[in-house]
């Protein structure tokens, strides 16, 4: 495929060394002789922003670490209208365990590199190594209470509390690295049709709120994507 580019190589150790997943992810808790085991079975891949790296109700043969990047998971209803349900940033775990089928699809939103383990061979290790399923469940755990918060986002906050609620979100999972510091740079992962979507707002909505707190001051933004967040503490006060 023509927006798949293969950088595993045989000195994966080295590159889990480097990798936010290594520390971070599910390989975290893994001896270095379980490590290297892993290494010999998986696939670190490189998708383009728009590849499908995942489809609804098709079955799941492997699993993923988002070693960079952003995913973003949709659900599909019945007339065809989607919806955006999740974004994932690294070191999110991408699949669902011990199901057959993928429950929504997964979408690279920005370019994405993941690392791809067989699902079969995760499981057996994971029966192998209950340190594993412990992080892995902790991941879970994680995830469920980040889209409970965000339910009260889409259900409770303001137009303006949501847009301020969303470029806090991606300010402070996209380069984890830099927590603590007030100013922050990156391109948002998603179209502001996509924005308005994930908040459930219009897309004249977003635009005004964008507006408004480029207007105060809170950011900046430079063409359609490059946002500069001048201050975090600012920006996270208007999330309400």
């Not at 670490?65 to 775990?93: H, Y």
């Not at 209470?145 to 402070?172: H, P, Q």
């Not at 900046?220 to 500069?228: E, L």
């Amino acid at each position: 495929m023509a927006d798949r580019k293969d950088i595993h190589n045989s000195d994966t150790p080295v590159l889990c060394q480097s990798c936010e997943a290594r520390h971070n992810g599910m390989c975290g808790v893994l001896e270095p002789t379980e490590l290297l085991a892993l290494s010999k079975i998986t696939r670190v891949v490189r998708h383009e922003a728009g590849a499908e790296l995942a489809a609804e109700a098709q079955p799941v043969d492997s699993y993923a670490n988002v070693m960079r990047g952003v995913v973003k998971l949709t659900k599909t209803l019945e007339d065809g209208r989607q919806q955006i349900v999740g974004l994932q940033f690294a070191p999110d775990f991408l699949g669902r365990l011990y199901t057959k089928e993928s429950a929504v699809t997964a979408e690279a939103a920005s370019d994405v590199d993941l690392c791809r383990v067989p699902r079969a061979a995760l499981e057996r290790l994971m029966s192998e190594n209950p340190a594993l399923e412990h992080r892995l469940m902790q991941q879970t755990l994680r995830e469920l209470d980040e889209a409970r918060d965000w339910m009260v986002t889409l259900g409770r906050k303001t137009a303006s509390e949501k847009v301020a609620s969303f470029l806090y979100l991606i300010a402070t999972h996209l380069d984890p690295s830099h927590e603590g510091e007030a100013i922050r740079h990156f391109d948002l992962p998603l179209t502001r049709s996509d924005i308005a979507d994930f908040l459930g707002l219009t897309l004249e909505t977003v635009s005004r709120q964008l507006s408004r707190l480029r207007a105060d001051k809170v950011i900046a933004i430079t063409g359609n994507r490059h946002v500069d967040v001048m201050d975090m503490a600012r920006l996270k006060s208007r999330c309400g």
